[in-house]
């Protein structure tokens, strides 16, 4: 029976994707206002918010830190957020040539080839580690983690990551899952798989979070995110907030970009940003209710990134209830916020050489593809023990990680606010965000008030303070 059901699945999807190279359209539209709001999600929440948010978070105050990201947020990065936005839904273009038809000047398309390049960088290294979710749900599937000691589980992480072929298999196998979805285009490829994997996503995180409530850590671990502490907040923790913030909206790397231009014209951009940045902190807190119990518990050191979540993690949920499924569903969980954050990356690549090179979108996609896989193999092999992949003295995965959030983010987030707010002519900036006056005029010149004068300063002092620090 169930083999049955499987045949007929895959006959149907093969189908469907021949179908859809056939007809392919190169420029889709968003076909629902949901249908924009989880694609839209889905590139924001991603492995930012579940490995690191709920850390950052954590050290930096919980509650406290929550308040003042949710309020930076608000003020800054939704105005550099709708500067995007405005960008790709006026230019109606990818996230080059949007530049050139809003720009009263040319030279502007370096901010969106910066931004394409950053793209580039960040699918480099994201699919590495997408790829190592995959290989996880195997191992779970296969066995798990129960009983195993931190010691093994270093061991097991680091012989996997230097075996350089493993890292590569489950890169190549993720980018061509995104091929099936791209393939099938803006409405039936991503918003559908997004439609689908955001509430799953939100589901999985309420069903661990639910299944710690009984862990003898649980309190501590709520505490770790959700208790206010002020003195633990200074200067560098705005400073932070900020730059999770900007990462965690997708800002500055030709997604957003090229998402704004699915947006349909009587959508309000405000409100799906905001909308957008509230799913993103509510998933962030859950992934921390899912997470810091158990870490609490065991007493084990509060970490984040890979080692939180390929060395800490597995052998702890290993050994709650039902723990072989527990590991399943969260590395399942990984693999879709990884999915649906890579698939708005990879349309801005296609979307560019569709539109740039006049080629059909599956012959885009396919260079689009070979690119990135060159890249992020070059990545995975740079984590190998005594790689001479390198950059300016970091592994190349670790360089193109900090290159493109210190550098190219703060620069193409900087050109996109100044654009909008000083160049843009001022009657377009309001049809756009007041969805031709339908909606919230006072709120039109608080939000231009700030993309000329607050965003500008607070970006530039963002980046200055990452090149002194
Ligand atoms: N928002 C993603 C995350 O939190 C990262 C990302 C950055 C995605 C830039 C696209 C562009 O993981």
């Known amino acids: 029976m169930f083999k049955k059901n499987a045949v007929s699945l895959c006959v149907f ?19 629902s206002r949901f249908g924009a709001i989880a694609a839209i999600a889905g590139s924001a929440v991603g492995l930012g918010n579940i490995w690191k948010f709920p850390y950052v978070a954590g050290e930096n105050g919980g509650a406290a830190f929550l308040l003042i990201y ?55 290294f994201y699919c590495v580690i997408a790829g190592w979710s995959l290989e996880y749900i195997v191992q779970s599937c296969a066995g798990g983690f129960k009983g195993m000691t931190q010691q093994v589980m270093d061991e097991r992480f680091n012989s996997f990551v230097a075996s350089g072929y493993r890292p590569v298999f489950w890169m190549v196998i993720f980018l061509l899952l995104n091929g099936i979805v791209l393939v099938m285009g803006v409405t039936k490829g991503i918003e559908r798989c997004s439609k689908f994997m955001i509430p799953a996503l939100f589901c999985i995180l309420v069903m661990l979070a639910g299944v710690n409530l009984w862990q003898p850590g649980f309190k501590e671990g709520a505490a770790f995110i959700l208790e206010p502490d002020w003195s633990a907040v200074t200067g560098q923790t705005i400073i932070k ?32 940003s905001v909308i957008v940045s509230l799913a993103t ?55 879709f916020a990884a999915l649906t954050t890579s698939l708005s990356i990879m349309e801005s690549l296609v979307a560019f050489f569709t539109e740039e090179l006049k080629i059909k979108r599956i012959s885009a996609l396919g260079i689009g593809l070979g690119i990135v896989i060159v890249c992020s193999t070059l990545c995975a092999l740079s984590q ?22 210190n550098y190219i983010l703060p620069i193409a987030g900087l050109g996109c606010v100044v654009l ?18 339908k ?25 200055i303070n990452g090149l002194v620090n």
């Open 70 to 124: 949710i309020g930076i947020t608000l003020l800054i990065s939704i105005p550099v957020l709708l500067s995007e936005f405005i960008i790709g839904r006026r230019g109606q273009s990818n996230a080059f040539r949007s530049f050139i038809n809003v720009a009263p000047h040319r030279g502007w398309a370096v901010i969106g080839i910066l931004e394409l390049l950053g793209a580039i960088f960040v699918l480099s």
């Open 439 to 463: 909606y919230y005029f006072w709120l039109f010149r608080f939000i231009l008030f700030m993309m000329r004068f607050v965003c500008p300063l607070v970006i530039l002092f963002m980046f």
């Open 241 to 272: 907030a900020l730059g999770q913030s900007f990462f965690s909206l997708s800002i500055g790397m030709a997604a957003m970009i090229t998402y704004g231009s699915y947006i349909r014209r009587q959508e309000s951009l405000v409100s799906v």
């Open 281 to 335: 902190v509510l998933m962030a807190v859950l992934a921390g209710l899912a997470i810091f119990p158990s870490v609490f518990t065991y007493h084990v050191p509060v970490t984040s990134g890979p080692d939180l979540v390929f060395k800490t993690l597995p052998p702890l949920f290993a050994e709650l209830p039902g723990g072989r499924v527990i590991s399943i569903l969260f590395f399942i969980l990984l693999f």
């Open 420 to 437: 909008v707010g000083w160049f843009v002519p001022r009657t377009v900036v309001e049809h756009e965000i007041t969805s031709s006056g």
């Open 384 to 405: 190998m023990p005594d790689s001479p992949i390198t950059v300016a003295g970091m592994s190349l995965f670790d360089w193109t990680d900090t290159f493109s959030s």
């Open 13 to 31: 999807l093969l189908g469907e994707i021949l179908l859809n190279i056939y007809n392919m359209e190169n420029r889709g539209t968003f076909g």
